[in-house]
Structures are given as structure tokens and as C-alpha cells.
């Protein structure tokens, strides 16, 4: 399959299971929401080290938002429950409690088939020692948390689904400028896509790795069959005119979400084209004996 | 199906106790079954039909109609369904509800929605004394729900309330939101003296400056944010209150003299 003068490998991208919960973040106005979902999302790139994937969903005007303010929706992603839990409680704490005007409300609460309650602003309320005070508007719970900037207002309890992670396609480019040209036109037409994120920075990861490493400590090295250096002296999957490979990783709510946004990101590379560099689009795969969802390539976009 | 409809025959000389007749208990009942029910008035036991005429045949949706304040306990325990009351109710109405909704184009008298757990009561006239309070020897008043009245109320409004919305329109009179627990009261007319007396926690919300006693204290002029969301919740409320936006207002704590967490929050 040839797309616009650039390969489409018959090939599919792996990805699992984990465990995702959307919030609403309002502020006085969008740079204060900005600034709480920012630091909120932050350190979120991969699971590996972070415990969570996350990323900025979308902006939200006044009418979209419980409370009439301007916000954000994030979505966060996790390999356990329990994990999620801890570090939505963690971050609510440290990065929304702490900001200036923010309030956090349940981004999930209905359209799926299961959605478990877990804890938004529960535990936070007792930073309140005492003075703070629930409120109990249509069947929900809000937390009133008196706080040197007036109140800390959130929603007692969000909902996490059954979600996907790991979603992703790689960019394979003559130069190391026109792939990541390509992989920035990519981002910025799946950024319109609901319910996906991008956790890396700026939605794009160089260290694509492979599993295993020659040394005994690390569980995952540099993916060598995608380093354009090694082109030379190692098992190569590239060609001699490959400079450059960045990849992009996907987590959905859903798994229709993750086909949509690798069609629009994929498709977005390809309008660049063969004459911009842009050679190749490969997924990464561990032979799909890891990951329950495979995302072929030439199936998304048929 | 037309309405289930109960009309008083003639004005009533004793008080009667029309608890059995909700849509719960008089779901599938023929007309025959619900004429037969003994209601308990006074010292006497009568029949339903020797009090009112039937007619209709949805139990779901039952009519009181020119009824009079000396109809107690309508819609006690109440568990789904909607009861309409034209001409007035007596004391105890919505008494212990749990769901469903009560729509009274009348005055009602003492203790409407006590001990109310869900719901809607609306109440288009005035009530008397205790609304959504705790019955005597009770602990806690209305524990949930939403109770909407258009006229006044009066004295002891939401005494021990726990849970729940109150909206009055009116005026209330004195010791209004008495020893509340929780919940939330709004008043868009007067209140009297006293209000938040052993208030412990709950929000009273006022549009108009009031007397405060002693131990309620100000804790200045605020713009709180959880305002909105309250108001958003009232927007679809058949009630002036849905008209509410501006979330500017005047904040007093108290009862200090029973834990103190409860706030008066008057609009500016």
C-alpha cells in the first residue's frame, strides 16, 4: 500500500489493556486551567517510569463545564486500577488543589458499559481539617475545601472505564527536520480527535524500545532495528535512505477511538508525502503475543 | 387511564389520616378495594367512600381534589408516583417520602416534609410551622429531596434538617434552619428571629440582610464558586430560584455556639 509516494508496511501496532478516567478542570480563566491540567499531565509520558499516561484532551468552553467556567478535560491511563487511583489522587492533590482558582469535576459518568466510581476530591477534603463542607447537587457530591484563594471546588468521585494503551505508529523520513515536520502535522490533526491523547512530548517519542536489553537491570532498550545510526552493524529494518524515525503513541478511551485518531495522524504524514521525505509508516509490535488489540495498518486505512 | 381522583364529599368536622392512600399502596387495587380501606379519623374508623367520592383508575397519579386542611399525613412514605392536592393540606404531608413527586395548590399545615428522604414537594402556597423539621423525639429532619414553596413558611424551618433543598419564596418566621444538620435552605422573602439558632452545619441562603444573633459571625463578602453549581441544579426547578445567577455574596458562620460550621450566605 502506497499513500501519497510514502509505504504503509503490512504490519500492526500492539497495544493493551489499562485502565483510563477523564477530569474537567475549570478556572477563573483558560490560562489558570491550562496551568492545573499542565501540571496535572505532567511527567505522564510513559507507564514505565511515571505510573500514568496522560494528556491534555481538549478545551472546553464556559457551556461545556459544570460550573459555567472555562476548562480542559484530560484523560489519564494506567495498567492497574489501583495505580490510576493513586496517582489521580496524588496529582489532584499536589497539582489542582495547589493551583490558583482551579476546580476538578468526573469526566466519565456514562455512555459506557462499566464504569467503576473512583476518587476525585474525597480524600482531598480533609486538607480542609475540618472546615470544609459537601455540597449534594442531582445525585452528585461536591467538596467545598476553604483554601487561601476562597474555596477548592470538586466533584467527589469520577469514572474509570476499561480502556486502551499503546496505540501508535512510526514515521520513517529522510531527514531528521521532515520527520518530525510530519510527525508535528500529525499531532496536530489527531489533537482534534475525542478521547485520545498523545503522552509523549509533544505527542511524538524518539526512544521507541524494544523489550529486553543486554543488560541484566533494564527490561527495555533502545528499539536498535529502528536506529538510523546503526543502519551498519546491526538486524536493520531500514532502508539506506532513512535518516530519521519518530513514533507516536495513542491511549483511547476506546479502541474505535485509537483506529480514528491513527487514520487522521497517518493520514496527515502521508499529505506531506514521498516529495517531503517522508518514506515509510511502520507500527511497533512484539509479534502479538503481549497485546490483545492490533491495529493494522492497512486495515485503518483502507 | 385518567387520574386517580379522591373529592371530598363534604367539609370535614375531625381531622382524618389519609396515609393509606398512595400510589405505592394503592397500586393494583380495583375502585372497589380502595372504597373499602379504613382511613382513621379521631375516634372513628371510616371508609374512603364514606369520605370521598372516586373516580379515575391511575393509582400513579392520584388527586386530592377541593381538599381541606384537616387531611393529614398525605403522601406518608410515599415511594413513587405523583400526588396532587387542589384546595389545601393538613398537617405531616410528605411526611417520611421517599420518592416520587406531591404538588399542592393550597396551604399546608405543621410538619410538611418531615423526615422527607427523597422527592419533590411543591407547595404552591404556604405551610405552617416545623417544615422539614424532626418530629419530636426524632434526631434528623428532612434527609433528602427537594421541597419547593411559593408562599410562606413558618416557624422552625428545617429544624435538624440533615439533607436536602429547601426553596421559599416567601417569608419564614423565626428560628428558621434551627440546629440543621446539613443541606441547604433558600429563602427569597424574609426570615424572622433567630435564624441558624444551634445551627451545626447546612447553608441558609438569603437574598435580604438579616437579624443575626450573637453568635453567628461574619466572614465578609465572597465569591464562591460552588454557587453555580447550585444554581445550575435549581435551573430546572419550577421556581423563582432558577432565575438565580450571580454568586456574589455576604458570608456568616455559625452557630458558634454549637460547632459553627454552618453559613448564612445572603446575595449582594
Not at chain 1, 61 to 79: H, N, Q, W, Y
Not at chain 1, 240 to 265: C, K, Q
Not at chain 2, 69 to 89: E, H, P, S, V
Request: net charge neutral; charged share 20%.
Amino acid at each position: 500500500m502506497i499513500i501519497n509516494g510514502v509505504t504503509i508496511d503490512d504490519t500492526f501496532a500492539e497495544a493493551f489493556g489499562m485502565r483510563g478516567t477523564r477530569v474537567i478542570i475549570t478556572a477563573q480563566n483558560l490560562r489558570w486551567a491550562y496551568n492545573a491540567a499542565r501540571a496535572m499531565t505532567g511527567f505522564a509520558t510513559s507507564v514505565i517510569a511515571c505510573g500514568v499516561e496522560a494528556g491534555i484532551e481538549r478545551e472546553l468552553s464556559p457551556e461545556e463545564t459544570p460550573d459555567g467556567r472555562p476548562g480542559v478535560s484530560i484523560l489519564m491511563f494506567a495498567m492497574s486500577s489501583a495505580v490510576l487511583i493513586k496517582q489521580l489522587e496524588t496529582r489532584m492533590g499536589q497539582c489542582v488543589l495547589t493551583c490558583p482558582t482551579a476546580a476538578a469535576f468526573s469526566g466519565i459518568d456514562e455512555g459506557y458499559a462499566e464504569i467503576t466510581k473512583i476518587n476525585l476530591g474525597k480524600n482531598l477534603r480533609f486538607f480542609g481539617d475540618g472546615f470544609q463542607t459537601s455540597k449534594l447537587f442531582n445525585g452528585k457530591r461536591y467538596w467545598r475545601v476553604p483554601v487561601m484563594d476562597g474555596e477548592f471546588l470538586t466533584e467527589e468521585s469520577t469514572g474509570m472505564i476499561r480502556s486502551v494503551g499503546g496505540g501508535n505508529f512510526l514515521i520513517l523520513a529522510e531527514s531528521q527536520p521532515q520527520a518530525l515536520a510530519a510527525c508535528e502535522a500529525a499531532i496536530d490533526a489527531m489533537s482534534k480527535v475525542p478521547n485520545v491523547i498523545m503522552p509523549f512530548p509533544g505527542g511524538v517519542v524518539r526512544s521507541g524500545s524494544k523489550v529486553g536489553s543486554k543488560y541484566k537491570a533494564l527490561i527495555a532498550s533502545t528499539n536498535d532495528a529502528f536506529c538510523p545510526t546503526l543502519k551498519g552493524i546491526t538486524k536493520t529494518e531500514l532502508s539506506p535512505e532513512i535518516e530519521s524515525v519518530m513514533e507516536i503513541v495513542i491511549d483511547g478511551l476506546t479502541d474505535p477511538d485509537i483506529r480514528v485518531a491513527m487514520r487522521v495522524g497517518i493520514a496527515a504524514a502521508c499529505e506531506l508525502g514521498a516529495k517531503n521525505g517522508i518514506k515509510r509508516i511502520s507500527a511497533g509490535n512484539y509479534g502479538g503475543k503481549l497485546g490483545p488489540y492490533h491495529f493494522k495498518l492497512r486495515e485503518i486505512m483502507a | 387511564m385518567s387520574a386517580l381522583t379522591f373529592t371530598l364529599k363534604a367539609p370535614l368536622q375531625q381531622r382524618v389520616d389519609v396515609s393509606p392512600l398512595t400510589p405505592d399502596q394503592l397500586a393494583d387495587k380495583s375502585v372497589a378495594e380502595i372504597a373499602a380501606i379504613t382511613l382513621v379519623s379521631g375516634r372513628q374508623q371510616l371508609r374512603v367512600d364514606q369520605v370521598f367520592d372516586i373516580s379515575g383508575d391511575d393509582a400513579n397519579d392520584i388527586i386530592f381534589a377541593q381538599a381541606s386542611r384537616k387531611l393529614d399525613y398525605i403522601g406518608q412514605k410515599m415511594n413513587g408516583g405523583r400526588i396532587t392536592i387542589n384546595g389545601g393540606a393538613g398537617s405531616y404531608l410528605g411526611l417520611q417520602m421517599r420518592k416520587g413527586e406531591i404538588v399542592l395548590n393550597g396551604d399546608a399545615d405543621a410538619f410538611a416534609a418531615s423526615g422527607m428522604a427523597g422527592g419533590t414537594l411543591h407547595i404552591n402556597g404556604s405551610v405552617g410551622d416545623f417544615l422539614a423539621a424532626a418530629l419530636p423525639g426524632d434526631r434528623k429532619g428532612m434527609k433528602g429531596g427537594v421541597v419547593i414553596i411559593t408562599g410562606n413558611a413558618g416557624e422552625r424551618a428545617g429544624d435538624q434538617m440533615r439533607r436536602g433543598i429547601i426553596l421559599i419564596e416567601g417569608n419564614v418566621g423565626a428560628y428558621c434552619a434551627s440546629r440543621m444538620l446539613a443541606g441547604t435552605i433558600g429563602v427569597l422573602g424574609t426570615v424572622g428571629d433567630y435564624l441558624g439558632y444551634g445551627m451545626r452545619r447546612g447553608t441558609l441562603l438569603l437574598t435580604q440582610e438579616p437579624k443575626l444573633h450573637a453568635t453567628l459571625q461574619d466572614c465578609g463578602t465572597h465569591t464562591l464558586p460552588f454557587l453555580s453549581l447550585m444554581f445550575k441544579s435549581f435551573a430546572n426547578f419550577p421556581s423563582k430560584f432558577a432565575s438565580l445567577k450571580q454568586n456574589r455574596v455576604q458570608r456568616y458562620a455559625g452557630d458558634i455556639a454549637n460547632d459553627g460550621k454552618g453559613e448564612i450566605l445572603v446575595l449582594k
